[in-house]
């Protein structure tokens, strides 16, 4: 026999299960739906980002903004499989384009003049893609999909940066992005970027840099504090970099000793020495990686680059004229029965002339 309380709870798990079901639901469709919108914006960040650097590229070779713009909107289509003649609008930095497609695919580059800092171009587009599953929970019949890219154009007979710094310190003086400091006047070959402000805190105040210097803070110049600097360039104010936020590399813990021959290659590591560089010193190759200067580094002389060491010069008499053998006797005056000569340098290459005693063979 069922007593009232048996009857007072039957079709209970009616309504659980159609509570259930609603929630089954928002899944699946928050699984389909939203892996649809995923793809669609991973495909319009690709033809942003295409078309932000070919508007940058384009502007390198042709040094027109307009032109830029449009080879960018045109790489844009070309990436998103629009073929329907935009409607665009156009000022002198800014290109709006609407394709009045079904997703209502609008796309604007819009364009930034940093002078030696160079030109920015950034692509932004939105559209809408329709759902199916997320309707039944009333989420609408589309939802909007953006995305977002900025590509820099460097200015003709500008120079990659020498030193570049991106953390963003404060440009009032505190916490700089870069700091100088120490005993001797700093002179620095290329241009100097940075995130942020640039102060001198050397006891030797001031220095010289042989290009520009970007940052972005204030009104330039930049280096002027707490001495004015000799920059041959010219000092404004440019954009932030963004930090790709890569890991620092592993510092070798090797102790290393810096190789004072000229020409050799050195290595990677901690040195607790300072080389001391001084005038007459010779030239020097930084092999890749990550060097720890413990005692600090002093350059008065001799040249240091992080290129790839040349290949040794074969021995040469002159040009195109390899050095095969030196006379070590003199050829004049009486008839010479012997004529000693030097070893050659190495072997002779294959298929060379080579004359004896008035015969030659190879």
């Given at each position: 026999?069922?007593?009232?309380?048996?009857?007072?709870?039957?079709?209970?798990?009616?309504?659980?299960?159609?509570?259930?079901?609603?929630?089954?639901?928002?899944?699946?469709?928050?699984?389909?739906?939203?892996?649809?919108?995923?793809?669609?914006?991973?495909?319009?960040?690709?033809?942003?980002?295409?078309?932000?650097?070919?508007?940058?590229?384009?502007?390198?070779?042709?040094?027109?903004?307009?032109?830029?713009?449009?080879?960018?909107?045109?790489?844009?289509?070309?990436?998103?499989?629009?073929?329907?003649?935009?409607?665009?609008?156009?000022?002198?930095?800014?290109?709006?384009?609407?394709?009045?497609?079904?997703?209502?695919?609008?796309?604007?580059?819009?364009?930034?003049?940093?002078?030696?800092?160079?030109?920015?171009?950034?692509?932004?587009?939105?559209?809408?893609?329709?759902?199916?599953?997320?309707?039944?929970?009333?989420?609408?019949?589309?939802?909007?999909?953006?995305?977002?890219?900025?590509?820099?154009?460097?200015?003709?007979?500008?120079?990659?940066?020498?030193?570049?710094?991106?953390?963003?310190?404060?440009?009032?003086?505190?916490?700089?992005?870069?700091?100088?400091?120490?005993?001797?006047?700093?002179?620095?070959?290329?241009?100097?970027?940075?995130?942020?402000?640039?102060?001198?805190?050397?006891?030797?105040?001031?220095?010289?840099?042989?290009?520009?210097?970007?940052?972005v803070c204030g009104a330039p110049p930049a280096l002027n504090?707490?001495?004015?600097?000799?920059?041959?360039?010219?000092?404004?104010?440019?954009?932030?970099?963004?930090?790709?936020?890569?890991?620092?590399?592993?510092?070798?813990?090797?102790?290393?000793?810096?190789?004072?021959?000229?020409?050799?290659?050195?290595?990677?590591?901690?040195?607790?020495?300072?080389?001391?560089?001084?005038?007459?010193?010779?030239?020097?190759?930084?092999?890749?990686?990550?060097?720890?200067?413990?005692?600090?580094?002093?350059?008065?002389?001799?040249?240091?680059?992080?290129?790839?060491?040349?290949?040794?010069?074969?021995?040469?008499?002159?040009?195109?004229?390899?050095?095969?053998?030196?006379?070590?006797?003199?050829?004049?005056?009486?008839?010479?029965?012997?004529?000693?000569?030097?070893?050659?340098?190495?072997?002779?290459?294959?298929?060379?002339?080579?004359?004896?005693?008035?015969?030659?063979?190879?």
């Amino acid at each position: 026999m069922v007593n009232d309380q048996s009857r007072a709870q039957r079709g209970q798990a009616i309504v659980l299960v159609a509570l259930l079901l609603v929630v089954l639901f928002g899944f699946v469709g928050l699984a389909i739906d939203g892996g649809r919108g995923y793809l669609d914006r991973r495909q319009m960040q690709a033809a942003v980002d295409a078309a932000s650097l070919a508007a940058a590229y384009d502007y390198m070779t042709s040094t027109n903004i307009g032109h830029a713009e449009l080879a960018g909107r045109d790489v844009f289509a070309n990436n998103e499989r629009l073929y329907i003649a935009p409607a665009c609008t156009a000022t002198a930095l800014t290109l709006s384009c609407s394709y009045g497609d079904e997703t209502n695919q609008v796309l604007t580059l819009s364009a930034v003049d940093h002078s030696i800092a160079g030109v920015t171009f950034k692509a932004t587009a939105t559209h809408h893609v329709g759902v199916t599953m997320m309707q039944v929970l009333g989420s609408g019949p589309t939802m909007a999909i953006g995305a977002t890219a900025t590509a820099l154009a460097r200015g003709t007979g500008t120079n990659g940066a020498a030193i570049q710094t991106l953390s963003p310190g404060n440009c009032n003086g505190t916490a700089a992005s870069l700091t100088f400091q120490g005993n001797s006047t700093t002179q620095v070959t290329g241009d100097v970027w940075s995130n942020g402000s640039i102060l001198d805190m050397s006891a030797a105040a001031g220095g010289a840099v042989n290009g520009n210097v970007v940052d972005v803070c204030g009104a330039p110049p930049a280096l002027n504090t707490p001495t004015p600097w000799t920059v041959s360039g010219a000092q404004v104010n440019g954009w932030n970099m963004p930090d790709p936020g890569y890991p620092s590399p592993p510092i070798n813990s090797s102790n290393r000793t810096w190789n004072a021959a000229s020409g050799s290659v050195e290595q990677p590591g901690s040195y607790t020495v300072d080389p001391a560089l001084v005038g007459g010193s010779g030239c020097y190759f930084l092999a890749g990686g990550v060097y720890d200067f413990k005692a600090g580094f002093t350059q008065n002389g001799g040249f240091i680059s992080n290129e790839l060491r040349p290949p040794d010069e074969p021995n040469m008499a002159a040009a195109g004229q390899p050095n095969m053998t030196t006379l070590r006797a003199d050829l004049t005056g009486a008839r010479q029965t012997s004529i000693a000569v030097n070893a050659l340098p190495g072997p002779v290459p294959q298929g060379s002339l080579v004359s004896l005693w008035g015969s030659s063979g190879t």
